[in-house]
Nanobody, 119 residues
């Protein structure tokens, strides 16, 4: 059983930045394509970013493209989501997930990290 442990998140003003981290509990998960999803109050969970196991290919929806950056350090067995130029509408609980295939969530989820962006 793979557990994904998230850290980061918090409260930030609009225009600010935050970084989330996700560490799988087993090293074999470093071969998974990983990603991030988010769920805002009253809304469905949505795709935010994904990265291949090699870290070479990344994918973002238009809503975050150019502002969010997903990366991974397989030596540290950690996936990151750098969020820049944050907007109030980015307020949500962010979830690490794997394996992510063509923007579809896999069976492993992190516990969620609250990100709140104030105006």
């Amino acid at each position: 059983q793979v557990q994904l442990v998230e850290s980061g998140g918090g409260l930030v003003q609009a225009g600010g930045s935050l970084r989330l981290s996700c560490a799988p509990s087993v090293r074999t998960a470093s071969v998974y394509p990983m990603g991030w999803f988010r769920q805002a109050p009253g809304k469905e969970r949505e795709f935010v970013a994904a990265i291949t196991w090699s870290g070479i290919v990344t994918d973002y929806p238009d809503s975050v493209k150019g502002r969010f950056i997903i990366s991974r350090d397989n030596a540290k067995n950690t996936v990151y989501l750098q969020m820049n130029s944050l907007k109030p509408e980015n307020t949500a609980v962010y979830y690490c997930n794997g394996p992510v295939i063509i923007r579809r969530a896999g069976g492993y989820w992190g516990q969620g990290a609250q990100v709140t962006v104030s105006s």
